[in-house]
Nanobody, 121 residues
């Protein structure tokens, strides 16, 4: 069974930091590429970062150098460390899982319920 629950969202000022967590059910992480997506108000959901089964990562250009995705297989948690936050980072952040990163990048996958991040200027 695939299931994810996100946490760690909140309100911060520009330049601040947050760390999001995604608790995955069972062996989800051992069989899936894991990723984070961002949905800004009034916009489509877009991929932020993903981490594959081997631990290799990939990021959207807009967050490179500011966000870091990581995972703890023992705890079944995927993290998204967000630094130097900008107002345009505001929105709902979703955790996602899919057997292949290629499909995940196209928005195919299992989704959590999301966590809200608000960055004020």
């Amino acid at each position: 069974q695939v299931g994810m629950v996100e946490s760690g969202g909140g309100s911060v000022q520009a330049g601040g930091s947050l760390r999001l967590s995604c608790a995955a059910a069972g062996d989800t992480m051992r069989g899936h590429c894991m990723g984070w997506f961002h949905q800004a108000p009034g916009q489509e959901r877009k991929r932020v970062a993903h981490i594959d089964l081997g631990g290799s990562t990939d990021y959207a250009d807009s967050v490179k150098g500011r966000f870091t995705i990581s995972k703890d297989l023992n705890a079944n948690i995927v993290y998204l460390a967000m630094n130097s936050l900008k107002p345009e980072d505001t929105g709902i952040y979703y955790c996602a899982a899919e057997p292949t990163c290629g499909s995940l990048a196209r928005g195919i996958g299992y989704w959590g319920q999301g966590t809200q991040v608000t960055v004020s200027s």
